[in-house]
């Protein structure tokens, strides 16, 4: 996850996915039970708070009547637990230097292989402020032509310094660990994996990806995976600003966060109808996120300038994770269940996906 460009702007993103989780828990119980569930805000306008609230509640209550429960695509999502942690524990520490990258790609290159699928190195020169780099990019053809593609992206590099075990190598294992699933599973539409460099250096790899009409042409769907290693459960844990109108039930933070474009919340709203054990707070964000820059800090965000289907699957980052960022993000912190289980609802995100032919 990138930086946040202002302190007062970083407690924007936060303040809405808690409002989605009081929200969620407060005014629909029957949808956070026992075992977990789903919860979901969904706004297109951002008025004041009793807009929004009343906004909301129409929207959420549109949701629950067609919340007929998905098929049961979790129980379809085979992940090996053994696998991902490996994986995790064999990824180069270093992402951030040129080598260290250069290592990453040959990792990828092979893990890939190994999964029956073909990388290519799609390399991107320096624009502006942004360096240049090189995707990783790989993809599984669909069924039905014309259904077009399902992107699942997740960002390679790291910060100098930083194992990067949550950020993001969380989110490139699981990626791996579901390219390998779906690989072998014949669908409608065709799975493109991309890994993209340069994440932390202003989105630089999924922008230069987004200025290619070739690459983003036929796109019905992207979906991102941003550090999906941070749980806690300890009161405080979940930062939140002060004027927050709304407390979440909760004091933890132990749920999966869904931030989808609202000009499309077909995939969110798939996302909050994905039962499992672990809780899945959405928020669908307007205007790709300009009012709110904190809600652009990953790889979607180019995707949401370009007016494509995305959404950003994260444990909210540096609101939850102490270890941003800094030489302690190692893989003995990472909350493993929570991890397996998130990358359990990414895929069963990305079949619902591709299952689709329209
Ligand atoms: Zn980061």
């Known amino acids: 996850m990138a930086v946040g460009q202002r302190a007062t702007v970083t407690l924007g993103l936060l303040y809405l996915l808690c409002v989605s989780t009081a929200w969620g828990l407060y005014?629909?119980?029957?949808?956070?039970?026992?075992?977990?569930?789903?919860?979901?805000?969904?706004?297109?306008?951002?008025?004041?708070?009793?807009?929004?609230?009343?906004?909301?509640?129409?929207?959420?209550?549109?949701?629950?009547?067609?919340?007929?429960?998905?098929?049961?695509?979790?129980?379809?999502?085979?992940?090996?637990?053994?696998?991902?942690?490996a994986k995790l524990e064999s990824l180069p520490q270093d992402r951030a230097s040129e080598a260290g990258r250069a290592a990453t790609r040959v990792f990828l290159a092979h893990a890939l292989t190994d999964a029956g699928l073909e990388a290519e190195l799609q390399a991107f020169s320096a624009t502006g402020d942004r360096p240049g780099g090189v995707n990783?990019?790989?993809?599984?053809?669909?069924?039905?032509?014309?259904?077009?593609?399902?992107?699942?992206?997740?960002?390679?590099?790291?910060?100098?310094?930083s194992p990067g075990a949550d950020d993001n190598g969380t989110g490139i294992v699981a990626a791996l660990g579901l390219a390998r699933h779906f690989a072998t599973i014949p669908t409608a539409r065709a799975l493109r994996v991309v890994f993209f460099d340069q994440e932390e250096q202003g989105l630089a790899g999924s922008f230069a990806y987004t200025q290619s009409?070739?690459?983003?042409?036929?796109?019905?769907?992207?979906?991102?995976?941003?550090?999906?290693?941070?749980?806690?459960?300890?009161?405080?844990?979940?930062?939140?600003?002060?004027?927050?109108?709304?407390?979440?039930?909760?004091?933890?933070?132990?749920?999966?966060?869904?931030?989808?474009?609202?000009?499309?919340?077909?995939?969110?709203?798939?996302?909050?109808?994905?039962?499992?054990?672990?809780?899945?707070?959405g928020l669908l964000v307007p205007n790709a996120g300009r009012d709110?820059?904190?809600?652009?800090?990953?790889?979607?965000?180019?995707?949401?300038?370009?007016?494509?289907?995305?959404?950003?699957?994260?444990?909210?980052?540096?609101?939850?994770?102490?270890?941003?960022?800094?030489?302690?993000d190692t893989i003995e912190t990472i909350a493993k269940d929570f991890f397996l289980e998130a990358s359990r609802v990414a895929g069963a995100l990305v079949a619902d996906a591709l299952s689709k032919s329209n």
């Not at 699942?152 to 910060?159: E, I, K, N, P, R």
């Not at 009409?213 to 036929?218: A, D, F, I, Q, V």
């Not at 000009?263 to 672990?278: M, N």
Request: proline share 7%; net charge neutral.
């Open 27 to 85: 005014l629909w119980p029957e949808l956070s039970g026992v075992s977990g569930g789903a919860s979901g805000w969904a706004s297109g306008d951002w008025g004041d708070a009793g807009d929004a609230v009343a906004l909301a509640r129409q929207r959420h209550a549109a949701l629950v009547r067609h919340a007929a429960a998905l098929p049961k695509l979790l129980d379809f999502v085979a992940l090996d637990a053994a696998d991902l942690i």
């Open 292 to 328: 709110l820059p904190d809600t652009r800090r990953s790889d979607h965000a180019p995707f949401w300038s370009a007016g494509i289907p995305a959404v950003l699957l994260t444990d909210t980052g540096d609101f939850r994770n102490r270890r941003y960022h800094s030489e302690a």
């Open 136 to 161: 990783v990019v790989a993809e599984r053809p669909g069924t039905v032509p014309g259904a077009g593609v399902v992107l699942l992206g997740a960002h390679y590099d790291a910060v100098p310094g």
């Open 213 to 281: 009409l070739e690459r983003k042409s036929g796109l019905r769907a992207v979906i991102i995976l941003e550090m999906l290693g941070a749980s806690c459960r300890t009161v405080g844990c979940q930062r939140y600003p002060r004027d927050l109108p709304i407390r979440p039930a909760t004091p933890f933070g132990d749920y999966l966060a869904v931030l989808g474009n609202a000009e499309f919340p077909e995939l969110l709203t798939a996302a909050l109808r994905i039962r499992g054990p672990l809780s899945v707070f």
